[in-house]
């Protein structure tokens, strides 16, 4: 796959070699992300980041991730502001929109438009979410995360045991993620839920046709051996009605208590973030926050990295990164971290 | 006219040595627009982006005008959340968030807020529309459009034939334009609107008296031998009740079959934006997409060379935007556009 | 007390001395804020802007401070679109939004929320305002304000007689500019309110206990012999209803009449603004907009100069702001004022 001048739309459009390419990259932003050196490498571009849809965590990290490749950032949040609420189809907003800058993050709440908006846009647009349909750069600082944590043990994605519990059903993080392991040999996948939020079997289908082991339970039981642990969101908002939110919430959670019965002592733990930490809620309690693996900042952290090598590999300057770099001059403790 | 340090309010402040002025500084923006050239000019210098109404793409390409010559942007969005709504007058408001900038692109809804802002401002104010009343820039890049499609076709202001359609009484982009046409000499207008619609005599007669012949008729007939057909949008909001939109929506239509029978083979097809593209209004239509003449994405990417030239002009830079210029290093498809 | 990547949460962290390192760094400021001078000092760095209870002039106050300095901006304002409303912890907001920047500033409707959110922060956080709690950079400014005007009278804020009028019982600015001046000597004070909105009995304690003279008063009578009147503003909101809050309005404004009557010909005249200048409020009148002695938007320039100073204080550049300056190379009007 060739990234310079490109859309990053789906997770469809990457093969293993794509994925590495980025994640290779990704590596190489560390030292900035980390204000240990400072790269003007995008000095001049902006970023029109579109959110028509909030999201601020999203939002930020794709602002912050260019602003630390040197460049400028113009946003736009909300919808009820904008010309499509007067009836301007998306092929109009992004003509005009796309030659205010260089690259294009948007985020919209309907499934294709950003897919309909980058046909109109004459800069490269990346799919920061488009409702229940993708989130490309979020599924690929998933994997990159489990990754990097695997590595940090001396393992790899190819034979690891993942296990996903929660809304297996809704949640199109764990979907994203399945599709891209499908490009890894001999993942062992373990499917937690309740049978009504199972995954849908296309999914199911996919992993299985890939060569991997899947199996589906409905609640955790003895050991679960598992490397990863990966907690989903209760997601209210996809659920039919509140009952059924309600029936589920907390009955997939995860706690201190929970972890040393069904995990091994160094399975690592992630969730998509954010986590409803009110007592009801309780899916991925408070008091793991002190457990070394507990990945999930890490998890967010890794989020910038990714968006960094997606903008540098799309506008083509990951050779040159580098060469546009100076020191920091000012105080930051995240170089000592 | 000095345009350093000057507020531009209306187009009542341009005589047509000032408009050449700002055309030919506009013109020396295009590498900058088109990323082969980056310029450092403003390096250090904050707009103040005050938008009290939302108006996603004149706000966006203001910013981004700005930051394509060096400068940051500091933005205000709506009006619930500022101290206007606490009382507060628009002479205090001006005093203090004009200490935070250098200049300021200030849209409002109120006709003459922005000329009451400007009296207490400290730096610079331009008019980014207030209410009924002006919208300046909006009028320069239209004017500025018609020259440069002119000209592509070797013609010119002087001498031209401009054809405006579709509601003439509540546009305010056509009577700024209107009023900009007066600086030039012979030139040919005919107004195609519903009576009830129509231009207003005040305009009209200013034409007149600028030597231009005017022709208002009710509807397309024959061929137009126009050299522009500028549309205008059906705007709603304007029309005093819902029954009187509903009646002439869509009655002034372009399309493909009308533009065939009605213009010359290469008219120039401008509009305001956004055009509403669902089926029931159908003012201007998406099958002009593929068609040359259409200059409607043109003309919003002009917005972004006039709104530069304005800077560069009221900041007293337009002769140092080379002298601080340096090379492109990122990939950008806009450079061979 | 040490600035390097310390949080600034109240007024009660500073002693005298701090107080006098933040007010010289905010001197040092000056050629930079006025735009004499250009430094690119925090070049690379980004404030994460946090505003989720909306406050236009403090946020922009703070971004141009950063700007100013070199540095970029991430913003996030309102409250319904953040991950907060749903149910995640300011400890996890604070985790994740920390890692896209190098210093917070952020306001928050709830007291102590600032501070929670500190304690999850990974980098520096100043308090731009946490409800009914704490503003400190308002009570900064305010004291700063108070040494400059009286410098230029060749006078000192140890031995002033400063008088407060209005609301002093709601009024966290007064509120925390008194614990400030604890830190000075004999300081004359003379509080102006009704005695149902009289300043609290522990504030009043306070000043006593530093040595300073406090006189409260009901209403202005005879020469009041004040070197600074600070006038506070009516905040309707912080009334228990409409009707108390309707019996105060205006009964403690101030205009030319009551100003020569009742205070000495150069009498500095403070406000925190915005004022409500509808005739019904008049707590502060347009009239005595061209005296020389009203410092209410000179107060409000010198709020860029001292989150200037906290930013690099923080980030730990004060010694090198001018190491990284330029010349400023556009035209400004601030230069000559």
Redesign the interface.
Known sequence: MKF??ANILSVDQFNRDAIEHIFRIADLMEPYAH?RK?TR??????L?NLFFE????TR??F??AF??L?G???????M????LA????L???A???S????VIAMRHPKSGAVAEFAEGS??PVINGGDGANEHPTQALLDLYTIEKELAHHGSTIDGMHLCIVGDLKYGRTVHSLSKLLCMFKQVNITLVSPPELGMPTSIVDLLESAGHKVTQVSELSGSMDADIVYQTRIQQERFTNLDEAEQYRGRFRLNSEIYTKHYKPNTVIMHP??????AE?NELD?DL?QNPNLAI?RQ??NG?LIRMALFAA????EH?VSR?DTD???????AN?
């Open positions: 310079t001048g204000r400072r490498v995008l000095d001049g571009a902006i029109g909030p999201s601020t965590r930020v990290s602002g912050t602003n630390l040197g400028e950032v113009r946003e736009t949040t909300g009820e502001s904008s010309a007067k009836g301007e189809s092929y109009d907003t003509r005009v929109l030659s205010y800058s260089d004459r800069v973030l954010p986590r409803d930490s009110r809620a408070n926050n900042f967010a952290d910038v799309t506008l083509g300057v040159l546009y920091v001059i000012w105080y930051s403790d995240k971290s």
